[in-house]
Protein backbone atom coordinates (compact mmCIF):
# COMPACT_ATOMS: atom_id res chain seq x y z
CA UNK A 1 0.00 0.00 0.00
CA UNK A 2 1.28 3.41 -0.48
CA UNK A 3 -0.07 6.53 0.99
CA UNK A 4 0.84 10.06 -0.40
CA UNK A 5 0.51 13.51 1.36
CA UNK A 6 0.73 16.28 -0.65
CA UNK A 7 -0.13 19.95 -0.06
CA UNK A 8 2.12 23.17 -0.63
CA UNK A 9 4.41 24.41 1.99
CA UNK A 10 2.89 24.67 5.60
CA UNK A 11 0.23 22.77 5.35
CA UNK A 12 0.78 20.17 8.17
CA UNK A 13 2.36 17.30 5.97
CA UNK A 14 5.62 16.85 8.01
CA UNK A 15 3.32 17.09 11.44
CA UNK A 16 1.01 14.50 9.87
CA UNK A 17 3.46 12.15 9.18
CA UNK A 18 5.80 12.39 12.27
CA UNK A 19 2.06 11.48 13.69
CA UNK A 20 1.70 8.78 11.81
CA UNK A 21 5.48 7.52 12.35
CA UNK A 22 4.59 7.36 16.05
CA UNK A 23 1.32 5.31 15.73
CA UNK A 24 3.06 2.74 12.94
CA UNK A 25 6.09 2.10 16.18
CA UNK A 26 2.84 1.70 18.73
CA UNK A 27 1.00 -0.93 16.72
CA UNK A 28 2.93 -2.58 13.85
CA UNK A 29 4.86 -5.36 14.92
CA UNK A 30 7.69 -5.29 12.58
CA UNK A 31 10.10 -2.34 11.97
CA UNK A 32 9.41 1.02 10.72
CA UNK A 33 11.65 3.19 9.01
CA UNK A 34 11.44 7.05 8.12
CA UNK A 35 13.91 8.59 5.24
CA UNK A 36 14.57 12.65 5.41
CA UNK A 37 16.83 14.38 3.69
CA UNK A 38 18.50 16.02 6.57
CA UNK A 39 18.47 15.79 10.35
CA UNK A 40 15.28 17.80 10.78
CA UNK A 41 12.95 14.99 12.65
CA UNK A 42 15.96 14.01 14.79
CA UNK A 43 13.76 14.70 18.15
CA UNK A 44 10.06 14.32 16.56
CA UNK A 45 10.53 11.09 15.76
CA UNK A 46 10.38 8.10 18.28
CA UNK A 47 13.41 6.36 18.74
CA UNK A 48 11.84 2.92 18.67
CA UNK A 49 11.62 3.57 14.35
CA UNK A 50 14.58 4.05 12.62
CA UNK A 51 15.53 7.19 11.15
CA UNK A 52 17.33 7.57 7.78
CA UNK A 53 19.26 10.90 6.79
CA UNK A 54 19.63 10.58 2.84
CA UNK A 55 21.55 13.23 2.56
CA UNK A 56 24.16 10.66 4.54
CA UNK A 57 23.70 8.15 1.32
CA UNK A 58 23.88 10.14 -1.26
CA UNK A 59 20.43 9.83 -2.04
CA UNK A 60 19.51 12.35 -4.56
CA UNK A 61 17.18 10.62 -7.29
CA UNK A 62 14.51 8.22 -7.53
CA UNK A 63 16.79 5.38 -9.09
CA UNK A 64 19.08 5.85 -5.93
CA UNK A 65 16.40 5.57 -3.83
CA UNK A 66 15.03 2.75 -5.22
CA UNK A 67 18.09 0.93 -4.62
CA UNK A 68 18.19 2.25 -1.42
CA UNK A 69 14.76 0.60 -0.61
CA UNK A 70 15.60 -2.51 -2.32
CA UNK A 71 18.55 -2.66 0.04
CA UNK A 72 17.17 -1.86 3.48
CA UNK A 73 14.61 -4.68 2.24
CA UNK A 74 17.06 -7.21 1.02
CA UNK A 75 18.51 -6.57 5.10
CA UNK A 76 15.78 -6.42 6.95
CA UNK A 77 12.75 -8.63 6.55
CA UNK A 78 11.08 -7.12 9.31
CA UNK A 79 10.56 -3.74 8.13
CA UNK A 80 6.72 -3.14 7.68
CA UNK A 81 5.97 0.70 7.21
CA UNK A 82 8.49 3.05 4.94
CA UNK A 83 7.74 6.66 5.83
CA UNK A 84 9.60 9.47 3.59
CA UNK A 85 9.56 12.83 4.32
CA UNK A 86 9.36 15.44 1.47
CA UNK A 87 10.61 13.50 -1.48
CA UNK A 88 10.96 16.15 -3.77
CA UNK A 89 13.23 18.10 -1.81
CA UNK A 90 15.37 14.59 -1.12
CA UNK A 91 15.70 13.90 -5.08
CA UNK A 92 15.85 17.67 -6.04
CA UNK A 93 12.90 17.81 -8.95
CA UNK A 94 9.26 17.87 -9.25
CA UNK A 95 8.67 15.91 -12.55
CA UNK A 96 4.58 14.31 -12.24
CA UNK A 97 5.45 11.83 -14.75
CA UNK A 98 8.49 10.62 -12.96
CA UNK A 99 6.39 10.58 -9.48
CA UNK A 100 3.88 8.82 -11.07
CA UNK A 101 6.06 5.96 -12.04
CA UNK A 102 8.29 5.49 -8.87
CA UNK A 103 4.65 5.64 -6.85
CA UNK A 104 3.64 2.48 -8.88
CA UNK A 105 7.01 1.15 -8.54
CA UNK A 106 6.55 1.50 -4.14
CA UNK A 107 3.40 -0.12 -4.65
CA UNK A 108 4.54 -3.23 -6.84
CA UNK A 109 7.78 -3.17 -3.78
CA UNK A 110 5.18 -2.80 -1.43
CA UNK A 111 3.25 -5.65 -2.21
CA UNK A 112 6.16 -7.98 -2.56
CA UNK A 113 7.65 -7.65 0.25
CA UNK A 114 4.80 -6.61 2.60
CA UNK A 115 5.95 -2.85 3.00
CA UNK A 116 3.55 -0.10 3.37
CA UNK A 117 4.82 3.22 2.30
CA UNK A 118 4.07 6.72 3.36
CA UNK A 119 5.16 9.76 0.94
CA UNK A 120 4.99 13.64 1.74
CA UNK A 121 5.35 15.52 -1.36
CA UNK A 122 5.49 19.49 -1.45
CA UNK A 123 3.39 20.37 -4.41
CA UNK A 124 -0.33 21.22 -5.09
CA UNK A 125 -2.75 18.28 -6.04
CA UNK A 126 -4.28 20.16 -8.76
CA UNK A 127 -1.08 19.89 -10.60
CA UNK A 128 -1.05 16.46 -10.80
CA UNK A 129 -3.25 13.69 -12.59
CA UNK A 130 -4.84 10.76 -11.67
CA UNK A 131 -1.73 8.59 -12.11
CA UNK A 132 -0.61 10.55 -8.60
CA UNK A 133 -3.25 11.63 -7.18
CA UNK A 134 -5.44 8.34 -6.63
CA UNK A 135 -2.51 7.68 -3.85
CA UNK A 136 -3.46 10.55 -1.31
CA UNK A 137 -4.52 10.13 1.78
Not at 23 to 51: F, M, N, S, W
Not at 71 to 87: K, M, P, Q, R, S
Not at 122 to 130: F, I, N
Request: a negative charge; hydrophobic letters at 45%.
Amino acid sequence: MVRLIMGLKGTGKTKTLVELVRKAVDEEHGDVICIEKDKVLTYDIPYQARLIHASEFGINSLELMRGFISGLAAGNFDITHVFIDNLFKIIGQADAEVLADFLAWLERFGGQESITFTVTVSADPADYGEAVTKYLA
